[in-house]
């Protein structure tokens, strides 16, 4: 006697459902790609207090940095498809590292499962308080009348990409002055040195606040909700659009039932007000996706950077 397909079907979606239904069993280790410190650390860790308590276990924050980002991607790529082992995925390692990094030991798309997407936040284009340039347009007629002589500082490969592709849509070209990381290219135009930098929205409002910088505009497309005073670059520069973001992965195979339940979790904290005033104090929007649309993003993403990359001149290392 031949068993109805339906029936296998049904008899092998228990063993998943029992595991949806018992997880998580024990903490969860979310890995950190970057350094204690860094933006992706204080997201992580400001996501992980709100979710321990919805999912009832420790999510632990586990810092793996190096290789820009590569190192800590692959620890949770290798380890176990359960639900226990996870990471924060930027711009970095998720989307840029596809083209920048040669030889990369993942493929963002066919070996992680998406699980849920976190918050997004612009870019702040400063220049010195001193610079004659008060919005975006004025900045841009500066470089067009002195081709090549204004500078921008960048600590990272998405503010060079981003600064580059906002120069070839206005016509003008300006020198790039590489820095180590986005403190030290903000510090650079706090002393004058430098024309103008794209830099976290967070520490770029607060310098703007205290006099030491002028805040010109956003990188997103249309005006930021946490800085609703301050224009979008396209006012200036028509089109233009550049965001950060954040989501987190888990190995390829994680169950569906276990990426449903997370998912839902996340969506839920990122519903809380307090969940959206921490992110806020860090200059982060939150962005709740389900985990197709979340990987249909980053697929765009990809496409997207590394188009972006390949026009502004970035080879692979």
């Known amino acids: 006697m031949s068993i109805p397909r339906r029936a296998v079907l049904g008899a092998a979606a228990l063993p998943l459902a029992a595991a949806a239904q ?3 069993d024990r903490p969860i280790r979310l890995i950190v790609a970057f350094p204690a410190g860094s933006v992706t650390d204080s997201l992580a860790r400001n996501i992980a207090e709100p979710l321990s308590r919805e999912l009832g276990q420790p999510v632990v924050v586990d810092n793996r940095p190096g290789g820009n980002g590569v190192v800590g991607t692959m620890a949770m790529k290798g380890a176990a498809p359960d639900g226990h082992t996870m990471a924060i995925m930027s711009v970095t390692n998720a989307a840029l590292n596809t083209y920048l990094v040669r030889n990369l030991g993942y493929d963002p798309l066919r070996d992680f499962t998406h699980m849920a997407f976190l918050a997004e936040a612009p870019y702040l284009l400063v220049v010195p308080p001193s610079s004659p340039a008060r919005s975006t347009a004025e900045l841009m007629e500066l470089a067009r009348r002195r081709p090549g002589e204004l500078t921008f500082s960048h600590g990272n490969a998405s503010a060079l990409i981003g600064t580059e592709q906002m120069s070839r849509m206005a016509g003008v070209r300006m020198l790039p ?26 520490a770029g409002l607060a310098q703007a606040r205290e006099g030491r910088v002028r805040a010109l505009g956003v990188t997103s497309r249309g005006r930021f909700p946490l800085a609703p005073d301050i224009p979008p670059v396209a006012e200036g520069v028509p089109g233009y659009e550049l965001i950060v973001w954040f989501g987190i992965a888990a190995p390829a195979g994680t169950p569906a039932p276990v990426v449903a339940r997370f998912n839902a979790a996340v969506a839920r904290v990122l519903g809380e007000e307090a969940t959206r005033e921490r992110l806020a104090r860090l200059g982060y929007a939150p962005r709740a996706m389900a985990p ?4 249909d993003f980053l697929q765009r993403q990809i496409t997207d950077l590394t188009r972006l990359a390949r026009e502004v001149g970035l080879e692979p290392s």
């Open 177 to 202: 002055v590489p820095v180590r990381g986005g403190p030290e290219a903000l510090t650079e135009v706090m002393a004058g040195r430098i024309d103008c930098t794209l830099t976290d929205l967070v």
């Open 22 to 24: 018992s997880w998580p």
């Open 292 to 295: 197709e649309e979340w990987r």
